[in-house]
């Protein structure tokens, strides 16, 4: 399974956008990219995925580099709520999750 | 719709007693999951179903068993708790074809 690299921590100032890196060098063609928050000790939720194009919903936006061995999730206008634990999966070919530590983010008023 | 619920939230075991976990959803989805998660860690995969009476071990499966015998419920026993099994039990479906998960609310279960 590609395994995932996400800084530890970040802080973003509330109303400005959020860009959350993930490193998945080890992606296979075939891998998705998911991603996934946990907000104060909640079970996880689902924010967006994407194999190979850009992908945005109303939660949030990815972009996926064209080698695909990185991401970015964006939050477009971060608020309080958006508090939370965010997870970047790379999601095996049976379906399975596996959770890494994630990157802390603190919004900030 | 409910979603997933997990019964109970909160539990407190001695060394050596035994419980089951229930997790229920309302979304007649094919597959279930039980996950485990540690202070500051992210989730590790217990075991899993992919269909009424079926079931599958995970990342960390020892200390645990499990039952699907209704497609709605995934049963986890912990047999003879140990303190090491103290930690924060996810339930989470998903419907076939689909790979987005859908999580439960968490039993925090402590066993001293």
């Known amino acids: 399974d590609a395994k995932t690299t996400q800084p530890p921590s970040m802080d973003c100032a509330e109303g400005r956008a959020a860009n959350l890196p993930c490193n998945h060098s080890?992606?296979?063609?075939?891998?998705?990219v998911y991603w996934y928050r946990q907000i104060h000790s909640q079970g996880p939720q689902y924010i967006i995925h994407?194999?190979?194009n850009n992908e945005t919903n109303e939660m949030a936006s990815l972009i996926i580099t064209e080698d695909r061995k990185s991401s970015t999730l964006i939050l477009p206008h971060a608020t309080l709520r958006d508090t939370a634990v965010y997870y970047c999966?790379?999601?095996?070919?049976?379906?399975?999750?596996?959770f890494g530590a994630g990157t802390t983010v603190t919004v900030r008023a | 719709n409910a979603g997933v619920t997990q019964t109970p939230k909160f539990r407190v075991l001695k060394t050596g007693q035994s419980m089951t976990l229930l997790c229920a959803q309302d979304?007649?989805?094919?597959?279930m999951y039980w996950y485990r998660q540690d202070p500051g860690m992210g989730l590790r995969l217990i075991h899993y179903?992919?269909?009424?009476?079926?079931?599958a071990k995970g990342e960390v499966p020892d200390g645990y068993n499990v039952s699907r015998l209704k497609k709605q419920n995934f049963l986890l026993g912990l047999e003879s708790a140990a303190p090491s099994q103290t930690s924060v039990y996810f339930c989470?479906?998903?419907?076939?074809?689909?790979?987005?998960?859908?999580f439960g609310p968490g039993t925090r279960l402590t066993v001293l």
């Open positions: 994407g194999l190979k």
């Open positions: 179903s992919v269909g009424e009476g079926t079931t």
């Open positions: 999966i790379v999601l095996s070919n049976d379906y399975k999750l596996s």
């Open positions: 080890t992606i296979s063609g075939n891998e998705y």
């Open positions: 989470a479906s998903r419907t076939s074809g689909v790979r987005e998960q859908f």
């Open positions: 979304m007649n989805h094919e597959y």
